[in-house]
């Protein structure tokens, strides 16, 4: 804007100065024109007054270097010429200022010589003798004129300009500066040109509905932030390039990301083949949903484009986690596969023994050896259907009453209990400890201390030792039962909470265990807010710490 106004200026300037120029010249010429011809009238007079009275003589003494004169007699011929001889001149009667003086005692005329480029000025008056005296001048015409001043025209223009280009600039500036000062922040408190006023104005009022209209996108950006932040599934937005657009915290931990991943290509986070079909698929517009496993978690991808105005802009990757869905059905199934086989086994056996029995095929004194095996294989499905309907009771998580219990003295009830099953076992059973109160129900914590001990006993060894410690510590009640026996492998242990889980399976059945003993003891020990904790070696035993 600044050159094109200092343009501008120098253009008007330059144009003026032409302008000027040519008026001023022409004004002079007319000046100088109008003097000299009054100049011509008044030397006219003076020598016609002379020749009246001294005749033609009075050219014989006569000189002039400016102007010319010329005797006319009345028939045209020429008397007399001050530049040239009279006998070689032609006769001037017809000559427009003589033919006008002999008729009205007076004229004047103005010729141009295109070959001299001169103007000449003519005057003419009758004297009393009839002969015509004509005075005249030569002047060179506009353009001589124009040609002889052209050095002082030229050295006028270049001041001019010179003057022009620094006046031009300094007021392009001083235009320009409270424009370039405009305080478009604040447009209603600018001062400046009037004209402007307007337009700060629409400034002003856009201004502050930009201001309104970013509030509401930072809100609304801060909304979304603190509700993908609080979400417990990952959530990525894409744009139709593959850039990342945005992550929430539970996708950064999922992909190993910080915030520097946005701007960055999705790919340098994930590089599996299922993200990557998923991603393709979905800016073709189709949804992809499928699971895979990361960080020994199991997640559900859900990939979907988004779109504006029936264009596909971008894509969004949703990530729950089914980790304990999926434990959840492998654990149904393993139940339902679990119980079947549990159940079938000794039902089949029942049923054998009741057919040879009933078909007469059992020897008298081998009869009570098969009423014997029934008794046991019944009293094993009760004892697995017992466990069942225990696990169910707590999964239910109903609310039976709770009351203050004293675990020392519910483990004295289980050591009880269990001082023939030990006896047979060879295995020892100690109390350690002192009184520990806790407020629960009391039917669960005996299940989990009958269990923990039943466990401890079982896969002991001959002459083991079985330890239970209680004692509070920090306002929490700690109970830990320590045995002597087989121990638990490494890549075992963190299973054996399941249901129907075993290390060995012919060893678990050799001892009579169902395999629900563990898992009613965790989810007891749940029901309770309590902490569990295993530390086993093979060969060296193991421990289990209950903390409430």
């Known amino acids: 804007m600044t050159k094109k106004i200092f343009r501008s200026i120098i253009a008007v300037a330059m144009v003026v100065l032409m302008a000027s120029l040519f008026i001023a010249n022409s004004f002079l010429y007319d000046y100088f024109n109008k003097s000299q011809v009054n100049q011509l009238k008044e030397e006219l007079s003076l020598v016609a007054t002379n020749v009246d009275k001294v005749g033609i003589g009075y050219f014989d003494n006569f000189s002039s270097s400016i102007f010319r004169f010329t005797l006319v007699s009345a028939d045209g011929a020429v008397l007399y010429d001050s530049q040239a001889k009279a006998e070689e001149m032609e006769n001037h009667f017809e000559r427009e200022e003589i033919a006008e003086a002999l008729e009205s005692g007076s004229g004047s005329s103005a010729r141009y010589s295109s070959t001299l480029t001169k103007r000449t000025f003519y005057e003419a008056t009758r004297l009393q003798s009839g002969n015509v005296l004509r005075i005249s001048v030569s002047q060179v015409t506009v353009g001589a004129l124009i040609l002889g001043m052209l050095p002082a025209i030229v050295v006028i223009i270049l001041i001019s300009a010179i003057l022009a280009l620094l006046l031009s600039n300094k007021m392009a500036k001083d235009i320009v500066k409270p424009l370039n000062e405009l305080d478009l922040e604040n447009p209603a408190e600018n001062e400046t040109y009037e004209e402007l006023a307007p337009i700060l104005t629409k400034l002003n009022k856009q201004h502050k509905q930009i201001i309104q209209q970013m509030q509401e996108l930072r809100r609304k950006s801060d909304e979304f932030e603190q509700i993908t932040a609080s979400m417990n599934e990952g959530l990525v937005l894409l744009d139709s390039k593959g850039t990342i657009l945005s992550i929430n915290v539970a996708a950064k931990k999922l992909f190993s990301a910080d915030e520097t991943a946005i701007g960055r290509d999705f790919l340098t986070l994930d590089r599996s083949i299922a993200m990557n079909h998923a991603i393709k698929k979905a800016l073709d517009g189709k949804r992809s949903e499928f699971r895979e496993e990361r960080n020994g978690w199991e997640f559900q991808f859900v990939v979907n484009c988004t779109e504006s105005d029936g264009k596909i802009i971008g894509v969004v990757i949703l990530c729950f986690d089914v980790s304990e869905t999926a434990f959840a059905e492998r654990n149904r199934k393993e139940f339902t596969a679990n119980v079947s086989h549990e159940l079938k086994t000794p039902l089949q056996s029942i049923i054998g023994s009741a057919e040879l029995l009933e078909n007469g095929l059992v020897k008298p004194e081998d009869t009570k050896r098969f009423i014997g095996n029934i008794k046991n294989e019944v009293t094993r499905l009760v004892s697995l259907i017992n466990d069942i309907i225990r696990l169910s009771q707590l999964d239910e998580a109903s609310e039976p009453a709770t009351e203050l219990v004293d675990l020392y003295e519910v483990a004295n009830e289980v050591v009880d209990e269990l001082a023939a099953f030990a006896s047979k076992k060879q295995v020892e059973l100690r109390l350690n400890g002192e009184s520990c109160v806790i407020k629960g129900i009391r039917r669960y914590l005996y299940e989990i201390l009958y269990n923990l001990c039943d466990n401890a006993i079982r896969y002991n060894k001959d002459g083991g ?57 965790k989810h007891a020990v749940q029901y309770h807010d309590g902490i569990i904790k295993l530390n086993s070696k093979v060969g060296e035993g193991t421990t289990i710490t209950v903390e409430f």
Do not use: M, W
Request: glycine share 12%.
């Open 465 to 521: 030792l079985v330890t239970i410690d209680l004692k509070s510590k920090d306002g929490n009640n700690i109970l830990s039962v320590r045995d002597t026996g087989i121990g638990i492998p490494a890549e075992h242990q963190s299973r054996i909470f399941e249901r129907f889980y075993c290390v060995d399976k012919s060893h678990s059945k050799k001892n009579g265990g169902t395999g629900l003993g563990l898992s009613i003891v």
